[in-house]
Nanobody, 123 residues
Framework: QVQLVESGGGLVQAGGSLRLSCAASGRTFSMYAMGWFRQAPGKEREFVAAISVSGARTRYADSVKGRYTISRDNAKNTVYLQINNLKPEDTAVYYC????????????????WGQGTQVTVSS
């Protein structure tokens, strides 16, 4: 079992930055690939970024490349999502997820999910 708790969301102005964190419980964090997804009001949940168990490999949705950076610290059981140059269309609830499959862009590949953290970007 892995429990995930996201933090770091908030209300920011367009052009600003945020760093989301996802803290995982348990001693097996380093076995899991991690992903970030987001869900905007009235829309389906969509893939944002993923990272391999070692952190050596990452994957991003085309819509966020260049502005989002995923990273992890296995010693701290934490995965991060740095978001720069925030845009109003980034407004969503952001979820982290853990899966034993490779760092997939598919939500079905992840076994554990956090409760989400709200990011709201004002124009």
């Amino acid at each position: 079992q892995v429990q995930l708790v996201e933090s770091g969301g908030g209300l920011v102005q367009a052009g600003g930055s945020l760093r989301l964190s996802c803290a995982a419980s348990g001693r097996t964090f380093s076995m899991y690939a991690m992903g970030w997804f987001r869900q905007a009001p009235g829309k389906e949940r969509e893939f944002v970024a993923a990272i391999s168990v070692s952190g050596a490999r990452t994957r991003y949705a085309d819509s966020v490349k260049g502005r989002y950076t995923i990273s992890r610290d296995n010693a701290k059981n934490t995965v991060y999502l740095q978001i720069n140059n925030l845009k109003p269309e980034d407004t969503a609830v952001y979820y982290c997820a853990a899966g034993l499959v490779y760092y997939s862009g598919s939500s079905g590949s992840y076994d554990y999910w956090g409760q989400g953290t709200q990011v709201t970007v004002s124009s």
